[in-house]
Protein backbone atom coordinates (compact mmCIF):
# COMPACT_ATOMS: atom_id res chain seq x y z
CA UNK A 1 0.00 0.00 0.00
CA UNK A 2 1.44 3.69 -0.64
CA UNK A 3 2.13 6.16 1.81
CA UNK A 4 1.29 8.77 -0.68
CA UNK A 5 -1.98 10.62 -0.64
CA UNK A 6 -4.54 10.20 -3.24
CA UNK A 7 -4.81 14.01 -3.38
CA UNK A 8 -3.30 16.94 -1.18
CA UNK A 9 -4.98 20.18 -0.57
CA UNK A 10 -3.61 22.85 0.60
CA UNK A 11 -5.51 24.95 3.61
CA UNK A 12 -5.12 28.29 4.98
CA UNK A 13 -6.61 29.78 8.17
CA UNK A 14 -6.74 33.45 8.60
CA UNK A 15 -8.09 35.50 11.32
CA UNK A 16 -10.43 38.23 9.40
CA UNK A 17 -9.83 41.43 11.63
CA UNK A 18 -12.86 43.11 9.85
CA UNK A 19 -15.52 40.53 10.45
CA UNK A 20 -13.68 39.21 13.77
CA UNK A 21 -13.48 35.47 12.65
CA UNK A 22 -11.00 32.80 11.69
CA UNK A 23 -11.57 32.05 7.42
CA UNK A 24 -10.46 28.71 5.74
CA UNK A 25 -9.46 29.34 1.90
CA UNK A 26 -8.51 25.77 0.09
CA UNK A 27 -5.95 27.12 -1.91
CA UNK A 28 -6.55 23.30 -4.79
CA UNK A 29 -10.22 24.03 -4.22
CA UNK A 30 -11.35 27.35 -3.73
CA UNK A 31 -13.80 26.18 -0.58
CA UNK A 32 -14.30 28.76 1.93
CA UNK A 33 -15.59 28.49 5.37
CA UNK A 34 -15.68 30.95 8.38
CA UNK A 35 -16.16 30.16 12.58
CA UNK A 36 -15.44 31.99 15.72
CA UNK A 37 -12.30 30.19 16.42
CA UNK A 38 -9.55 28.20 15.15
CA UNK A 39 -10.30 24.71 15.25
CA UNK A 40 -13.95 24.71 14.53
CA UNK A 41 -12.56 26.20 11.07
CA UNK A 42 -10.03 23.52 10.58
CA UNK A 43 -12.56 21.16 10.84
CA UNK A 44 -15.44 22.41 9.12
CA UNK A 45 -12.92 22.97 6.23
CA UNK A 46 -12.43 19.66 6.63
CA UNK A 47 -15.75 18.12 6.28
CA UNK A 48 -16.31 20.33 3.18
CA UNK A 49 -13.25 18.38 1.60
CA UNK A 50 -14.16 15.14 3.15
CA UNK A 51 -17.60 15.49 1.10
CA UNK A 52 -15.76 16.65 -1.63
CA UNK A 53 -13.40 13.78 -2.37
CA UNK A 54 -16.21 11.52 -1.39
CA UNK A 55 -18.29 12.79 -4.14
CA UNK A 56 -15.61 12.96 -6.22
CA UNK A 57 -14.44 9.24 -6.29
CA UNK A 58 -18.07 8.04 -5.99
CA UNK A 59 -18.96 9.07 -9.30
CA UNK A 60 -15.45 9.26 -10.56
CA UNK A 61 -15.49 13.18 -11.62
CA UNK A 62 -12.37 14.62 -10.57
CA UNK A 63 -13.00 17.65 -12.81
CA UNK A 64 -15.31 19.44 -10.47
CA UNK A 65 -13.15 18.89 -7.51
CA UNK A 66 -10.63 20.96 -8.71
CA UNK A 67 -12.26 23.30 -10.93
CA UNK A 68 -11.88 26.44 -8.82
CA UNK A 69 -9.11 27.72 -7.29
CA UNK A 70 -8.67 30.04 -4.37
CA UNK A 71 -7.45 33.76 -5.57
CA UNK A 72 -3.47 34.32 -6.18
CA UNK A 73 -3.86 36.77 -2.81
CA UNK A 74 -4.56 33.35 -0.80
CA UNK A 75 -1.74 31.31 -2.96
CA UNK A 76 1.25 33.85 -1.74
CA UNK A 77 0.09 34.14 1.51
CA UNK A 78 0.30 30.46 2.21
CA UNK A 79 3.70 30.47 0.36
CA UNK A 80 4.43 32.89 2.74
CA UNK A 81 3.44 31.65 5.75
CA UNK A 82 4.82 28.20 4.53
CA UNK A 83 8.19 29.57 4.64
CA UNK A 84 8.22 30.40 8.36
CA UNK A 85 6.52 27.75 9.53
CA UNK A 86 5.56 24.13 8.74
CA UNK A 87 2.29 23.11 7.23
CA UNK A 88 -0.02 21.53 9.70
CA UNK A 89 -0.94 17.57 8.48
CA UNK A 90 -4.25 16.75 8.50
CA UNK A 91 -6.19 13.22 7.37
CA UNK A 92 -9.63 13.12 5.63
CA UNK A 93 -11.25 10.50 6.27
CA UNK A 94 -13.36 8.93 2.85
CA UNK A 95 -14.35 5.72 2.88
CA UNK A 96 -16.59 5.31 -0.73
CA UNK A 97 -18.13 2.67 -3.03
CA UNK A 98 -17.96 3.57 -6.18
CA UNK A 99 -21.18 3.57 -8.20
CA UNK A 100 -21.79 2.05 -10.81
CA UNK A 101 -23.03 3.97 -14.06
CA UNK A 102 -22.45 1.51 -16.81
CA UNK A 103 -25.27 -0.81 -17.69
CA UNK A 104 -27.61 1.81 -16.96
CA UNK A 105 -30.30 3.70 -19.33
CA UNK A 106 -30.14 7.76 -18.51
CA UNK A 107 -34.05 8.39 -17.92
CA UNK A 108 -35.76 11.60 -17.43
CA UNK A 109 -39.37 12.57 -16.80
CA UNK A 110 -41.01 15.69 -19.15
CA UNK A 111 -44.73 17.26 -18.64
Not at 14 to 19: A, L, V
Not at 29 to 52: C, F, H, I, P, R
Not at 83 to 97: C, G, K, N, T, Y
Request: aromatic letters at 10%.
Amino acid sequence: MSSYPMFEFRVLVEFDSKYKMFVAHCLNTGNVVSADDSETVVQMMKEVLEDEVFHAIKYENYSNLFCSSAPAEIWRKWHALASVQAPRRISLDVRVEKVDLHGTEPTAELE
